[in-house]
């Protein structure tokens, strides 16, 4: 690990540029602790800050199942009766998601911030060259847990937790009203808390405790001291996404994946090289049998110039077939059987006339057969013959011919 700054960031910054802040060493205990300006600020590896005050809001909406990428325009949808401005004009981060209770919807916690504002502090801090990995709101980080309320007080700003999952920023000078409404509250609910645990910052003067056990009717017992860094830890919600995205993290992400994209790259190396080889053999190979065909072909007919080994012995074959009185492949009766066998048992009924001339063979089909006709060219082609389909008005002809010699 790193050095960390963390920073305690109220409404009022950067009109009053000091802050609260503590030096986190490699073991993630402080080295230094101050209240300070940016330019007495140490040094650190990385900033975080915590945003302290009513900066943020910290909601549950109840939402129904939904996919990842629809889930940012319900949230919004379910926030537009519960906030002042226009969601549009807020930026969303999503705490956490559990469960509703009815089977059919989850609560999803949402951390509301105004996005101008979020803008504003970035680019002050880009600017003092202190950009943070990480932004956290202390509505989330404060003191919470299951024994009761935690009220956490520093300085001007305090912060109630109710429970792990909920937060609310109040102002100090209150307190003592608005935690006995929210007491009454709760109680008729029948939700009132065992206790309220009161968490001082050190310096702070917290509330009268006799005083505000006798307004809210609670046990109020001091807790241990409130450290504002202390719940500044990986699991509270970072608003540094979608367009807040720092460019450290997307390096961090590219820094992690570099070892994958290096085995991705290997592989495709060795997948290109092989079938690179593959290639190289096929064509050794195919040189290897041209060389076998023309060997054989001069051996065969020693006084004709070899051009087109196969083609030639084809014409040879044809010629000795003719003196004999046999079919030649390139017949009528040959081509059409090569047809009827590449049409299948579209074939049946499905030629309506034939003409035969000078090799030519001039098939008119009809039905299945006519429909089929313009796919069996690679078909045919395999075979040594060439196929052109043309239409003439309604009728469709297939007319074949074998690969003559060039």
């Known amino acids: 690990m790193t050095t960390r700054l963390l920073l305690a960031l109220d409404e009022h910054w950067p009109a009053e540029p000091a802050c609260p802040w503590v030096l986190l060493g490699p073991d993630g205990q402080p080295t230094a602790e101050g209240h300070s300006e940016p330019r007495h600020w140490p040094a650190a590896a990385e900033v975080e800050v915590v945003l302290t005050g009513a900066q943020c809001l910290w909601l549950e909406v109840p939402l129904p199942g939904a996919a990842r990428r629809d889930l940012p325009r319900l949230i919004a949808y379910a926030l537009e009766d519960r906030l002042l401005k226009d969601p549009d004009t807020q930026h969303l981060t999503v705490s956490h998601r559990r469960p509703a ?94 206790a309220l645990l009161v968490h001082l910052a050190p310096g702070s003067s917290g509330p009268d405790t006799a005083a505000l056990a006798r307004e809210t009717g609670l046990p109020v017992s001091v807790a241990e001291p409130y450290r504002w860094w202390a719940g500044a830890d990986r699991h509270a919600a970072s608003l540094l996404h979608g367009e807040f995205a720092s460019r450290e993290q997307g390096a961090a992400w590219l820094t992690r994946l570099r070892p994958a994209a290096l085995l991705a790259a290997a592989a495709l190396g060795v997948w290109l090289l092989a079938n690179v080889g593959e290639v190289l053999w096929l064509r050794h190979s195919l040189d290897g049998v041209q060389t076998r065909i023309a060997r054989v072909y001069a051996t065969t007919f020693p006084n004709t110039p070899v051009v087109a080994p196969a083609a030639q012995m084809r014409q040879q074959l044809n010629q000795e077939r003719a003196r004999h009185s046999l079919l030649r492949d390139d017949d009528a009766l040959a081509l059409l059987a090569q047809a009827a066998d590449a049409l299948g048992t579209d074939a049946l009924d499905g030629v309506a006339a034939l003409r035969y001339e000078d090799g030519r063979l001039d098939l008119s089909l009809q039905g299945p057969a006519a429909a089929r006709a313009p796919a069996l060219g690679g078909l045919l082609a395999a075979r040594g013959l060439l196929a052109d389909v043309r239409r003439d008005g309604n009728a469709t002809h297939l007319v074949l011919r074998r690969e003559s010699l060039q």
Do not use: C, F, M, Y
Request: hydrophobic residues 50%; neutral net charge.
């Open 101 to 194: 209770g009815d089977g059919e919807r989850d609560l999803v916690g949402v951390l509301v911030i105004a996005r101008e504002r979020l803008r504003s502090l970035l680019a002050q801090l880009a600017a003092l060259g202190r950009s943070p990995r990480r932004v956290v709101a202390a509505v989330q980080t404060a003191p919470a847990g299951p024994e009761g309320w935690h009220l956490a007080v520093a300085g001007p700003d305090a912060v109630l937790r109710s429970a792990v999952t909920t937060g609310v920023a109040l102002d100090a000078d209150l307190l003592i009203p608005l935690l006995a409404q929210q007491a009454a509250t709760a109680r008729a609910a029948n939700q009132a808390p065992d």
